[in-house]
């Protein structure tokens, strides 16, 4: 498996690959779940059961070790013209199929210590399942809460952006399955014109709340599963202001070598007061 | 109990029949809709998030880790205390249990982080690359480094015991030097290794955390080392007041902290007695019972400070994984939502599909 830049820092290709990315539109979902089946038959992952979890239809909850796509059934109160049409008694529904970020700055591949986690030609993040050590430090170095470890096997596990489908052209298997586009696969600078124009559709529509989400002014730096909503993106668990945990270790490392400094001054001061 | 089954007849047809037509009509309709058993149903807003369901994920790290923190800790700061016994002190019976500490901290360390990883060969994946931006990876390699030196002057001392011959002396100092140089990092990396991450309440807490654990580790091994028969030195007596002081205003910082959304981990539920009780432990009670053995001379007050230092730096290294738990689990904080935390819904994993009267 040759990756770009993993480990000689040449490029595997000449022509320098796209990057690739995902526009999910929840204006467009309709809560099928095809996206969870087809990357579960894809990628092998087992069920995850009928569960029933009582948040609306929601039978997944979050992302997981064998969860790579979650459509999202986000009920929320009535919003005139949307969904239920009495205007109080029944909630409106969007749903939205959530998957990792494949974030910019991806936490988890700074965090991991072996270097299974590498960026792809096609600038998206992959766990390298026979490198990875299951050491979970990736699991809280995530941002999103999208890495998981598989209590099985020990080592960690999320969307591979199907990277094997890429290699060879295809586009990812959720995609290929969605039946109303919800899911746009294609090249990242171009689907984020695709977002902005959608935007403007709706907006002449009527539809004045829809926004995309991609972080791009946090420390994150954008990603490359970016999100169509409406309204406040925090109903569908999205943070307003992600950050990657690497902006917090200057101020550990700095508190470390005081410590260390303490460790080692108040050793060496006890020990000449014990002298005497 | 089974469900009402509901049969369709003539007149709920007709009746279906009837609000199509009404909707074609007027294009709405004004009956009002079946209101379900359990309505009303929770939904997602900008105040709940997603159903109250967690963003991060909760660590997923073994019993092992914190007993790794504690153990860790204790072996890098006996490595730092046995080289200046050595060298400053002179007090030789220090030097050696402290060289012996450190050799056996290190074994013991790898083999908890192994246990962690399940397999064996899982930890040399870690010393495939050298990151420095991950605390993880510079972690492996000092702890790697200081395995070493600490082994080899343990090694050494060993030998030294049976045969005093120079050069394994001197080699023994050199691997001392090493050894102290790599647990000084080592005694307090893990504070930057769980500082460094999106769990809210460790990274609010980065810059003071590797100087927490690293004050922890200092008392706990200086805890193990009087407890091997060196209760009459008064450096360790020293620096277990410097620790207890610190861990004392550590205590302190926490109560008084700003960001108290953040913290509260710390301060409430199982994660924040656990925090208060290894607090006590490691802060004021063996400030106490050190400046009281100081001034009255009691052997006894000296060694109850020494268990009270190793029960509270231990219960201190798993408050910190319990509260980072609960932090995960606080669905507020990456979303930033004001307010009291709601209880969450069981999550989806929680059990089988059950129809409503059977949950």
């Not at chain 1, 049409?85 to 974030?103: A, I, Q, R």
């Not at chain 2, 706990?220 to 410097?242: D, H």
């Not at chain 2, 400030?287 to 007050?301: D, F, M």
Request: aromatic letters at 8%; glycine letters at 10%; one cysteine or more.
């Amino acid at each position: 498996m040759r990756l770009y830049g993993a480990e000689s820092g040449e490029p595997a290709y000449d022509i320098k690959p796209r990057v690739t990315a995902f526009l999910t539109d929840s204006t467009l979902c309709i809560g099928c779940k095809a996206c969870e089946v087809a990357c579960k038959e894809w990628n092998g992952l087992a069920a995850d059961g009928y569960n029933w979890s009582g948040n609306s239809y929601d039978n997944t909850g979050a992302l997981g070790a064998s969860t790579w796509r979650h459509v999202k059934f986000v009920e929320t109160p009535a919003v005139a013209g949307m969904g239920g049409n009495s205007g109080e008694e029944l909630p409106t529904f969007s749903f939205s199929s959530d998957v990792c970020k494949h974030c910019e700055n991806a936490g988890c591949l700074e965090a991991c210590p072996t270097g299974a986690i590498v960026r792809t030609e096609f600038g998206g993040v992959f766990i390298q399942p026979d490198v990875c050590n299951g050491c979970a430090y990736c699991i809280v170095a995530c941002p999103f809460g999208v890495v998981a470890k598989n209590r099985n096997d020990g080592r960690a596990f999320k969307c591979t952006f199907c990277y094997d489908r890429q290699k060879v052209g295809l586009e990812p298997a959720c995609a290929k399955a969605c039946p109303t586009e919800s899911i746009r696969f294609g090249e990242l600078n171009e689907l984020r014109l695709v977002a902005q124009e959608r935007i403007e559709e709706l907006e002449s529509r009527g539809v004045r709340d829809a926004q995309v989400y991609d972080p791009i002014d946090t420390s994150v730096g954008g990603i490359h599963a970016m999100f169509l909503v409406r309204g406040d993106p925090r109903t569908y668990n999205l943070p307003p202001n992600p950050e990657i945990p690497t902006i917090y270790a200057k101020a550990g490392w700095k508190s470390s070598a005081i410590a260390a400094g303490v460790l080692i001054a108040g050793s060496l001061l006890a020990f000449l007061g014990g002298r005497g | 109990m089974s469900l009402p089954e509901r049969v369709p007849d003539v007149e709920s047809e007709l009746r279906l029949l009837q609000l199509r037509r009404e909707a074609e009509k007027r294009g709405r309709i004004e009956a009002a809709g079946v209101r379900p058993e359990g309505a009303p149903f929770p939904q997602a807003t900008p105040q709940d998030g997603y159903y109250h369901i967690p963003l991060l994920k909760p660590p997923m790290w073994t019993w092992e880790i914190p007993l790794y923190f504690f153990v860790g800790g204790a072996a890098g700061a006996s490595a730092v205390i046995g080289a200046m016994a050595n060298w400053v002190g002179r007090d030789r019976q220090l030097a050696r249990h402290a060289r012996l500490v450190a050799a056996g901290g290190a074994m013991l360390s790898s083999g908890l982080l192994i246990s962690d990883l399940g397999r064996p060969e899982r930890f040399l994946a870690m010393l495939r690359v050298f990151k420095k931006q991950s605390p993880m990876s510079v972690g492996a390699w000092t702890l790697a480094a200081f395995g070493s030196a600490a082994g080899a002057a343990a090694f050494a001392q060993l030998v030294q015991d049976r045969f005093d011959f120079r050069p394994v002396r001197v080699l023994g100092n050199v691997a001392e030097f090493f050894s102290a140089l790599a647990g000084a990092p080592f005694s307090n990396y893990t504070g930057v290794l769980i500082g460094a991450t999106a769990i809210p309440v460790w990274n609010q807490n980065v810059s003071t955390l590797p100087l927490h654990f690293g004050m922890s580790g200092l008392a706990t091994s200086v805890a193990i080392l009087e407890l091997l028969g060196n209760s009459q030195s008064r450096a360790l007596n020293w620096l277990g007041l410097l620790a207890a002081a610190f861990e004392s205003w550590e205590g302190f910082h926490i109560e008084s902290h700003e960001n108290q959304r953040v913290m509260a981990p710390l301060k409430h539920g199982g994660s924040g007695w656990l925090t208060r009780i290894g607090g006590a432990f490691s802060g004021p009670l063996p400030l106490g019972l050190r400046i009281a053995s100081a001034i009255t001379g009691s052997r006894r007050a000296r060694r109850a400070a020494s268990y009270s230092a190793l029960a509270g730096s231990l219960l201190t290294r798993y408050a910190w994984m319990r509260a980072g738990h609960a932090s995960a689990k606080d669905y507020r904080l990456p979303l930033e939502i004001e307010g009291e935390q709601q209880a969450s819904k069981p999550p989806s994993s929680a059990g089988p599909m059950l129809r409503p009267e059977e949950r």
